[in-house]
């Protein structure tokens, strides 16, 4: 079982990482990755809402959905159970957290539509994994969306002061980035 979990959270954050193997969640990411501290304060909301959303939706899945066989209902369930769990966060940093709130600015409520957290949720579904498995499936995806977040923020903080082709500044620039960074991560391959 530890075995399994252990397989389970390296590949989820390395080997398979949500945004650089398997493109989803890209708008937070290319968006909120202009400074470090936004992006860890992004990448600790992801990580929360992903592992809470993994925990609720197993059990709801587990307990409600499947026992009543209306299966058929679980994307709807899981984006109202993703959707709250936001709205939480969301009232939680505005009232402890206000500079990270203005920081995130429209990006904290895009967590609600974020297709990668919705994709963890039907990801545990469809690989049968049990509540526990989930949970560690969730938070692995999520550790490693911020792993990949914080490091491209580093590197745009670092561009910042280079001289770059004007045809390259801004957004081209950090699409050539984050492909060298999917690159790299294709790597960790090997681990598993």
């Known amino acids: 079982m530890i075995k399994e979990l252990l397989v389970i959270l390296i590949s989820s954050s390395l080997v398979n990482n949500v945004v650089l193997s398997q493109f989803l969640g890209l708008c937070p990411f290319l968006g909120v990755s202009k400074k470090t501290n936004t992006a860890a304060g992004m990448g600790a909301a992801v990580i929360f809402v992903i592992t809470l959303a993994s925990a609720v939706a197993g059990v709801i899945y587990k307990f409600i959905l499947q026992p009543f066989d209306i299966t058929y209902l679980q994307t709807i369930v899981f984006i109202l159970v993703i959707a709250a769990l936001v709205q939480f966060v969301e009232m939680f940093l505005k009232k402890f957290m206000p500079g990270l709130y203005q920081a995130?600015?429209?990006?904290?409520?895009?967590?609600?539509?974020?297709?990668?957290?919705?994709?963890?949720?039907?990801?545990?579904?469809?690989?049968?994994?049990?509540?526990?498995?989930?949970v560690v499936n969730g938070f692995a995806t999520s550790v490693g969306f911020t792993i990949s977040i914080v490091i491209l923020a580093g590197i745009r903080e670092k561009m910042a002061h280079n001289d770059i082709p004007e045809s390259f500044k801004g957004m081209p620039i950090v699409l050539v980035t984050a492909g060298l960074m999917a690159i790299a991560f294709c790597g960790f391959s090997g681990l598993l």
């Open 104 to 134: 995130l600015g429209v990006y904290l409520p895009l967590i609600t539509t974020n297709c990668a957290v919705l994709g963890v949720a039907l990801t545990n579904v469809q690989k049968n994994y049990g509540i526990l498995a989930g």
